[in-house]
Structures are given as C-alpha cells and as structure tokens.
C-alpha cells in the first residue's frame, strides 16, 4: 500500500515475516534498550556509548560511518555551542545499500540524555534500567534509548529474515540533540535522502511540528563583602529576584500569541529558569549571580527575535532598580539556537507511516505538536522531509523517566513495515 | 608599667632593644606575610601553610605541638560542622616557656581564608600578595596572614636579642575559624593562660565584642520536568523567592533590636545570604533550590533562640503558597553554631596593651564590637580573657582585599612591649 488508508489491503509476505521476527525476539529488543540505558551519555560522555552503537551496526552487516563533528560546525546558523569540544564524541553513520530503484529513508536517534540530578527525587536507580511491571525505569529509557535501540534492530532482523530493500536505508545516531542539535545538524549535511523519520518517544503520534528553543544565561553583578558589613556590599541574589519575576511575566505573555499547529495545546511556550547560581560562602555577600535558561518559540519566529524579547525583558525590569539600571544584567546565549520547524501530514512518507500505524493499531495515527524542540528541525531545513514517531511512557527529563515496554514491539512493527513499503523489497 | 594610661614613664631597655630589632627587620615581616598570602589556605587546603608555621616555630626555637583535631569536637556546645574531616589539616601551637613568676599569655591567629571568588572582581592576583603604594593585594594580606606573620616573629625577635620572659608565650595557629571556630575551640581546651590575644585585622582598635553567628542552608523542594512541559512541573527557584524576600525582612527586624556594646553601629545585625543553588540544566524544571546563609546576633543571644526564628520566619512565607504549605521548606545548620561574647575594657591586660597603644600612637585604643564572629569568644567561654587587635587594610572577604603595610610595624611593637610587660621580663 501507498499514501491509501485503508485497513483492506494483503501484506507483503517479507513484511509479515520480519513482524513475526520482531514479535519472536522481544526480549533481545528490550536488553538493547538496558544495555543503552547503562551507558551514563550524559553530554561530553557519549563516546563509549556511541561505539557499542557503531559496533553493533558493524555487526549487522552495514556500512558504519564513525567521525568527530568539526569545530566550524559551530558557526553555521542554527547551530549551537554547548561548551564541550567535539572531539572523541563523535556521530555514527550505518548504511544499508539497496538494491536500486526505491526510495531512500534516514532513520534518526540520539544517544545523549540529560542529566538525572537531583537523585533524591529517584525511586529507582536512573541508570539501572529496572523493570516493574512492564515499565522500565531509568534515564533514557524513554527518551530515547528506544527509540535507538529500534533503530539498530531494523536492519538486524531484515538481515536475519533475508529481505533486502531497493533504496538505501541510513541509520544515525548522533550526540548533543539535548542542548545544541549540532550532531543532527552535520547529520543533515553529511547524507541526503527522500525522507527522515527521528524515532523519538511520541507515544504512537507524529510529530509535524515543534517549537524553536534558546538557551540563555542571564548574570546579574553585585558587589561582594564580608557579611559583617553587608550593607557594604550589594547582594547578586537579591537583585536577581526582579529579572526572575520579569523572566515569569514574559512566559505569561508570550502564551498570549498563537499558532496554528499549536492551537488547543495549554501552555505551549515555556520560558523555564532552569539553574540558578550564585556565591560561594555564606558569610559573604555574592558578588554575582546566574540564570540559565530555556525560552521556546512557534516556528517562523527567529533566534534574533526572541532575543529581542528577552533582552527587552531584562531591560525593562532593571529599570525598577538603580544598581540594576548602572549595572545592566547580561545576557548570554549558547546551546540551543535554532528555530521550530513543522513537516506536512500530506507528505507521501508521513502518509504510508499513517497507513501502516493504521492498519496495525486499528486506529488514526494522531499529529502531534512538540512544545520541546527535537532533531527534525535540520532535516526539514536540509529539505528532507521528517517527523518523529516512537513508543511511549512518561517522565522524560524528570525522576523515573520511565518506557512503556508494550509499546516498543507495536512501534517497531509500524516502522518496519514502513520502511519496507518506502523503500520498495526486492523479490526473492 | 602596668595598667596605667601615662605616657610619662621609663621604658624597659629590653622593650626597647626589641623595638630596634622590629623596626630594623621591617622586610623580613613583610616577606613573611607574603610567604603566608602564597599558600592558597581555603577551608580543606590548610595543611601547607600549618607545615610551615610549625617550621617557622621550630626554627625560632619553641617547643612545637602539632595534631589533628578530633572528630568528636563537633559534638560540642558552640562547635561547628564544616563538612570537611579534621585529618590532616592540624592545629599548630608553639610553646616559649618562660623562666616563672610572670603571667602568661596565648596569642592566636587563623591561617584559613575565605574563597576570592569571583576572580573576575579582582584588580590584582588574589594569591600574589603584590605591592601596590604600601598597600599588600591579596586574600588574606588582611584576614589575616598579617596578624599569623606577627604572631610567629614574636618569639623570633625575642630569641634574636636576648630577651627572655617570665610567664609562658603559646603561639597558637588554627584552622576553620572563617567557618566554624573549631580550630580555636579545640585551642581552647588544650591550653590554658592569664590573657589571650588574637592579632585579627582591627586596624589598631581593640575587638571588646562581637556577635554570634550561625550558618543555615534553605531547601526549597520543586518538582523536576521537562521544559517543553514546565506546567506539570513546580519551579523550585520560583518557589524561593518568597522564602528570599521573608529573609530580607527579618534582617529588617532583626536590626530593631539593640545591645549595649552595639549602639551607634549601623545596621549591626546582618542576615546574609551568601548562596543560591539550584536546577543543573536550562531545559529541566529546577526540582530543589537551595540557599546557604548567615545570620548574626548579640551577645547573650543562643544559637536556639536564633534559630527559632529562621524557622518561624521561614514557617511564615511559606504560608503564603500552597506549595510550600504542602512542602514546607527545610532549614539545616552547618558551619558557625555559637554565640558572641564580650571581654571587658577593665580586663588588666586590656588596659595594659591599651596603655602601649596611647604610648606609641599618641591616642587612646579605640573600643570596637564585631559585627562579625572570630575566635575571641572561646577563650572568653573558658575563662581565658580575650579580644582582638592588629594591623588595618580593608576588604577582608571582598576583592581586592589589601594590608596597609604601613600600619603592621607600629601594631607589631605595641603587641610586642604588651607582651613581654604582660609575662614579665628576665632581667640580664
């Protein structure tokens, strides 16, 4: 079937073969998502993982593609500086040659996670990868080591069941998708294709659109002293208080606007404060003080927009005070800088995805807005049409994080069959 | 002379000759305060300097006696948790024994300094101990090398002319007195004397007072989630701001109060808050935020009654938000957890320095009440009269700290004529 959606159609006898591999080999699927989970890749300590990654693609039989992304990258618009070099941390690349004659598919994941600080917040312990009742726990679990482990299952078991495909398929796993997008960034660079699809944890929707999100760093200057004299000195953590209130003020206000895609979502754009810090002794008075923050926006609105907005904002709140108006917060900008980016329901692969979720879940594959940003956003600006679609659970970026284990086998069988129909079978 | 305030008196011409040889080394003072400033002796990194105050001592001839502080001080009334364990950071004491008949005397210093964070705020290398138009740079030319680099010459120069006393000399070097006092409580109950005197930063006046002091952190639960979903989280750095703006209020309320020793001080009583910690990552919700603040009070005061009101205060603004009402704030005590004390201006041996001070200077020494805590009220608690007097700069805990170099000299020769007319001289 293609672009139709109808559930009355014969299926492919390979398709139905590689379901029945998937179905029969659950329980390896799930080990891989553990076996990710309890590589820590938080951001700078993604190599080790990366390199089981690489190795298992290797192992499939692919052509594995292992590099260091290049400084320059962190010039290029969208682009984003998470303050960690690229070197020893590098993208992989797996390429599964078809035959000729179909069309070529990405199929995308990152292995970075954030981090699971605070612990305390834990039930479980966030790099173990528990199972309870058929949820596993961990950091990364969901978001998205699943997502990735699929990834490297696909060409694995059309290895194993004997299919190969017409077009080429190309598997990528790539670093800082949590606070730059660099590595999907020089992903969309490095190969081309007719398609994209990022298997993030959408819970069985698809994601068509996302906001665009900046980081920022607000520092405010006192002036330290001992705490014996502290009218001496100008406390950084007192003057911080109007900017955090003009900072929540502009997260009411920027929920004011709307967006088509964005339309029936609560609260769609989230101006977060994310850390603050400030000092280093309790008996003296901080002589600087730091926000580091998270501001989203609809797509079609700029970086130099937005900046305007939070800079206005700054500017604005420093006027109620006189150490703020002769000391001006700072802002700073780094991670990420990238705008939002939708892809339409109408295009031809996001449509056969539909059918096949169609068919296998007995009912619509829903679209879904992102109020986070995600990956997708490069393929779309590189023109290669993507969207994100993925098992499910809850948690992410928050205390146990944890994956919906019934979904995963569900999801796999809505992508292979997917990519098999996309990319055309050769028969045997 | 003893206890008298004339100026019209002979004096003895071993004082004398020791005046001769403190004016004559004036570099070697110098230098040696520099030496001291070199050690970069932050709470945990005090074992250097100590190793070669114990040297100094040793060199001058002294009976010297170094250990570590047990573990089981901190159990005790009015100690201090640091979070740093004892083992190998000692205290150091030097003993000159006299030839009897005289009084003795402890004189004390502390060789641990603050943190120069932020660097960015400083002029000068805060560990260079640079030179600029008499003033020395540098964290803890002032607060308080200069007084430890005294303290080790006394002996030095009185081993150098030939000068022998009656009563016994303890030079005492200590640790933690910037944070807990356990250095100079531990001191406390090692040795005994007639007088003690602590060559602290007062610019020639003499420390008759000081407040107490107690440390605290505030946590403020929030709960952690992914930015692109901020709502269904709760923003521990917005939750405690109102926990912030109670503190400021109660350093208001707290500065209604008075105490004798107190009045005509501005502002004398100052709740700080030195820290604010809090979230790891622009795109997480901030699940805890923490502050870490100081707060003083009069003598007679107790550390109960203080923190009684912290908590009341805390219990107060947190009645204001739901939130907070369902999870209420915690407080926890660490660091400083003593009272202030008091020393009398009739004391004898306070009117003896005072009489070398009008002596030297031409001008009475000027009472002063600490508005910050120091080591003094140890002594005091044990019986062992005790208050503060050296040389003068300004910044101490702030950048660009400095020693007026001009004014070590002169605090030199008054410590040193009250010293050996306190323990009594050996007549030739």
């Known amino acids: 079937m293609t672009g139709t959606n109808t559930t009355d159609f014969d299926v492919h006898p390979a398709i139905d073969r590689l379901w029945r591999e998937i179905e029969n080999r659950e329980d390896e699927l799930n080990q891989l998502i553990a076996n990710l989970v309890w590589y820590q890749s938080v951001l700078g300590s993604e190599a080790d993982v990366q390199h089981f990654v690489a190795g298992h693609l290797q192992l499939s039989g692919l052509e594995t593609d292992v590099w260091d992304i290049e400084e320059s990258l962190k010039e290029l618009p969208e682009s984003g500086d998470s303050g960690v070099p690229f070197e020893g941390r590098p993208n992989v690349a797996g390429i599964q040659r078809g035959a000729g004659g179909g069309r070529s598919l990405i199929v995308n994941g990152h292995v970075d996670v954030v981090s699971p600080e605070p612990l305390d917040n834990w039930t479980y312990d966030p790099w173990a990868a528990e199972v309870v009742e058929n949820r596993m726990y961990g950091r990364g679990a969901l978001d998205m080591k699943a997502g990735v482990a699929i990834n490297l299952m696909l060409p694995r078991w059309l290895r194993d069941v004997g299919i190969q495909t017409r077009g080429d398929i190309v598997i990528q796993s790539v670093i ?52 014996a ?54 008996s003296t008075v901080p002589g600087m003080a730091e926000l580091d923050c998270r501001v989203s926006f609809y797509p079609g609105k700029t970086v130099e927009e937005m900046r305007s907005e939070i800079e206005q904002a700054v500017r604005h709140a420093s006027q109620t005070d006189n150490w703020l108006q002769e000391n001006p917060p700072e802002v700073v900008y780094h991670g990420f800088q990238s705008g939002g980016s939708t892809v339409s329901m109408d295009e031809p692969h996001v449509q056969l995805l539909g059918s096949w979720h169609q068919y296998l879940n007995g009912s619509a594959m829903a679209p879904r807005s992102g109020t986070g940003t995600n990956d997708m956003r490069y393929f779309n600006f590189a023109g290669i049409p993507c969207g994100c679609y993925g098992p499910g659970g809850a948690g992410p970026h928050a205390a146990d994080e944890y994956l919906d284990l019934s979904t995963v086998v569900p999801t796999a069988k809505v992508l292979a069959a997917f990519m098999l129909d996309w990319c055309g079978i050769v028969d045997e």
Chains 1, 2 share one sequence.
């Open 229 to 282: 004299v502290a009218p001496t000195g100008v406390n950084a953590i007192s003057k911080m208080v109007p900017i955090i209130r003009a900072l929540e003020d502009l997260d009411r206000e920027l929920n004011e606007g709307s967006h088509p895609s964005f339309e029936g979502i609560d609260h769609p754009i989230n101006l977060n404060i994310g850390v603050m810090s400030s000092g280093d002794w309790p």
């Open 176 to 227: 800082e998708e949590e606070c730059t997008g660099n590595g999907a960034l020089d992903m969309s660079r490095r190969y081309q294709a007719d398609a994209a699809i990022i298997t993030e944890p959408t819970g069985g929707s698809f994601t068509q659109a996302h906001v665009g999100v900046m980081w920022f760093k607000i520092r405010v200057k006192g002036r330290s002293a001992h705490a």
